[in-house]
């Protein structure tokens, strides 16, 4: 069996969204921002929350294609 040496590879992200935990259906599609935090109430109690999704094509990876490791990289 012949094998290659490790190939690195650079995905972009193909689409994004944010998830507001107090407004779960509302669309953010027109944003050109992510936020990504929690809120805590005063003394640890109940808040609310952002979280982001991010989605990257891999088609280009041919199944069972072992994966040794992987890094994202986000910049603020």
Known sequence: MVTS?????????SAD????QCQPTRNYGSSSM???R????AGGGSGWAW?????????SI???TPIA????QLYY
């Not at 929690?38 to 109430?41: C, H, I, L, Q």
């Open 5 to 13: 040496g490790p190939t690195a590879l650079t995905f972009y992200p």
């Open 17 to 20: 969204a944010i998830i507001n």
């Open 34 to 36: 992510l936020k990504t």
């Open 38 to 41: 929690n809120e805590f109430g």
């Open 51 to 59: 979280q982001d999704l991010i989605q990257l094509d891999l088609s």
């Open 62 to 64: 041919p199944p069972g």
């Open 69 to 72: 490791s992987a890094t994202l």
